[in-house]
C-alpha cells in the first residue's frame, strides 16, 4: 500500500536510466529500499471542534531536543490532515505489541461516539490541547503545531509536546512496522 495507484513511475532517475522499462524497473528497486526503513507503527488521534479521528501512522519521528518537537507525515486526502491542519493538534500513540488488530481499525474516518467517548468503539479522553488519546495507548504525546512542511502528496507536521506520559508499564513493547505484514511508503 502507499504506492500512488493509477500513476507511473516517478522521476528523478540516476544516469543510465534511460527508458521507460528502466524507469518502472528503478521505481520498483528504489520502492524496496525505501521500504527497508525501520519503523514504529502508531495512532495519530486528531481534533477540529467537535470533530474527532484517529488513524494509524508510521512516519513519526522526534526532530528536536529542544524545544520537544515531533513530526508526523500525513496524507493530504485523509480526515485526519484536516482536523490537524484547521486544528493545530495531534496526539500520537503507541501500542502494545499484542494490540496488533488495532492497525486495522484506524485506517478511515472513525466512528466517533461522543457520549461514550469512544473511536470505533476505542475509549478515548481529550488531552490538553483538546487533541483525543486512545486508552488504550501504552504512551502518549499531545501536541501542538508549530510548524507545517508542505511535501508534496503528504504534509509533515510538527508539533511540540505540551503533555506526555504512560498508561501501561513503561517497559510494555510497542507495535512497530516490522510486526505487521503491511507496507507504507516506498
Ligand atoms: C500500516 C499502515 C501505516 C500507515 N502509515 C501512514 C502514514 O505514515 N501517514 C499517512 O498519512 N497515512 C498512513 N497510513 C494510511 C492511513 O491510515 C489511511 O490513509 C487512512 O485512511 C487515513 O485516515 P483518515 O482519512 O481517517 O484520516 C497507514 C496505514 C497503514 C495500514
Not at 21 to 50: A, K
Not at 154 to 175: C, K, M
Request: proline share 6%; aromatic share 8%.
Amino acid at each position: 500500500m502507499g504506492s500512488p495507484g493509477g500513476t507511473g513511475p516517478i522521476g528523478p532517475y540516476p544516469p543510465g536510466v534511460v527508458d521507460a522499462t528502466g524507469q518502472e524497473e528503478y521505481d520498483r528497486l528504489r520502492r524496496r529500499v525505501l521500504w527497508t526503513l525501520p519503523y514504529g507503527l502508531y495512532v495519530v488521534g486528531s481534533r477540529h471542534g467537535d470533530r474527532r479521528n484517529a488513524m494509524t501512522l508510521n512516519w513519526a519521528t522526534q526532530v528536536a531536543f529542544e524545544p520537544k518537537l515531533v513530526g508526523i507525515g500525513v496524507e493530504k486526502p485523509a480526515l485526519t490532515h484536516e482536523l490537524i491542519s484547521a486544528g493545530g493538534v495531534f496526539s500520537l500513540c503507541t501500542v502494545d505489541r499484542n494490540d496488533r488488530a488495532i492497525v486495522r481499525k484506524f485506517t478511515k474516518p472513525v466512528d466517533v461516539d461522543s457520549e461514550a467517548m469512544t473511536l470505533n468503539g476505542f475509549g478515548f479522553r481529550d488531552g490538553v490541547t483538546g487533541a483525543p488519546i486512545l486508552t488504550q495507548a501504552v504512551a502518549w504525546m499531545d501536541c501542538e503545531v508549530t510548524q507545517a512542511v508542505d511535501c508534496g502528496g503528504h504534509t509533515f507536521f510538527i508539533g511540540e509536546v505540551r503533555d506526555a506520559g504512560f498508561h501501561s508499564a513503561e517497559d510494555t513493547p510497542v507495535l512497530r512496522m516490522e510486526d505487521t505484514r503491511m507496507n507504507y511508503g516506498g
